[in-house]
């Protein structure tokens, strides 16, 4: 038996090295070694039939010949492999007299990314840090941790979208949740603006849409005070809308700030003379904004003795429809390329 090992190896090894292709290379492997009719795996059947020592010897050496063949035959893989990607890459050549292919219509960016761009760029010129925070959002951060109680309207299941078979998830109503878990990694001082899209159930028509996009910001430190909110909203106002832009404020109650305001801009198209975008007021409402709510730096693990701020936020689906004359806000969600088009 051991002389027929010693035979079909030899037979082996020259039949791979006679193989021109992959497709005979395969046959030839099922050939010798196939677990059914294979000529190696015969030979072994014959094992049993042996004494103990004869058995052992010739296992060993069955096994010797299975490696040896099994090693030409990978060599002789690689072997036609690289003789193929060699024969492509002969084959393959590049014509420089081609003319350049004609470029089809470019993409863009939707009008909502263009304000997002343009005012993290702004931001990130005064020192802002431009964070992102999830959009399935926990109940806690969305909610609780920015003292919004368990019995305010904004928790109503017809007002937030919660996901079923788990009440204490929902799709964030706004980036206000970012807040806490930026002062809980970075603390005090800190300046950060996030922004992104958020989720109400609103029934949706010309001014109200399911799906928007805010931009949040926070500044905390230790002298910081309402004249630094002031000031921070004006530059961001007349950046957006023009040098010529006033804003004023008036008090408004939000539960994440105290005292909180309501902010306005004279309307760009009239400069505040009154017309139909603002109508007859002179006046457009574009933020929300106060200093921080105690209860908001206690959450973020913030002392409120030592440090204080402000929080801001912009509808930046708001501004877009401002700035560029929108009057419908479902367009802006449609996916209508003629719409789209046009920034």
């Excluded at 081609?98 to 960016?109: D, E, M, N, T, V």
């Excluded at 309207?153 to 017809?158: E, G, I, M, Q, T």
């Amino acid at each position: 038996m051991q002389s027929k090992l010693e035979q079909l190896k030899t037979e082996a090894l020259l039949a791979v090295k006679a193989i021109k292709d992959k497709i005979g290379l395969e046959e030839l492997e099922i050939k010798l070694l196939g677990r059914k009719g294979g000529e190696l795996t015969n030979l072994l059947k014959g094992l049993k039939d042996l004494s103990g020592e004869a058995r052992k010897q010739t296992g060993q050496l069955a096994n010797e010949v299975k490696k040896e063949i099994e090693e030409a035959l990978a060599a002789k893989k690689h072997e036609l492999s690289a003789k193929e990607m060699g024969g492509l890459l002969e084959k393959e050549s590049i014509d420089i007299t081609q003319p350049s292919l004609p470029i089809k219509a470019r993409g863009h960016f939707h009008p909502n990314t263009l304000i997002q761009n343009d005012l993290e760029d702004f931001f990130s010129s005064m020192g802002f840090m431009v964070l992102d925070g999830p959009e399935l959002e926990s109940d806690y951060y969305n909610f609780t941790a920015v003292n919004i109680p368990a019995t305010h309207p904004a928790r109503d299941s017809h007002d937030t979208f919660y996901i079923k078979g788990h009440p204490d998830w929902v799709m964030r109503t706004h980036t206000s949740s970012v807040q806490v878990r930026a002062m809980q990694k970075y603390g005090a001082p800190l300046r950060m603006i996030s922004s992104g899209k958020c989720f109400r159930n609103e029934a949706t028509d010309v001014r109200h849409e399911h799906t928007f996009y805010q931009l949040e910001g926070v500044v905390v430190g230790k002298d910081v005070n309402f004249a630094h909110m002031k000031g921070v909203l004006e530059a961001v106002c007349q950046h957006v809308f023009g040098p010529e832009t006033k804003m004023r404020l008036r008090p408004k109650f939000y539960p994440f700030v105290e005292p909180g305001v309501n902010g306005e801009v004279t309307c760009f198209l009239c400069q505040g003379k009154g017309c139909k975008l603002c109508k007859q007021t002179g006046w457009l409402e574009v933020f929300g904004a106060g200093m921080v709510h105690p209860n908001v730096l206690k959450e973020g693990g913030i002392d409120p003795k030592v440090n204080q701020g402000f929080a801001f936020g912009f509808g930046l689906t708001r501004l877009a429809m401002l700035k560029y004359g929108i009057e419908d806000i479902r367009l802006l969600e449609s996916g209508n390329m003629k719409f789209l088009e046009q920034f």
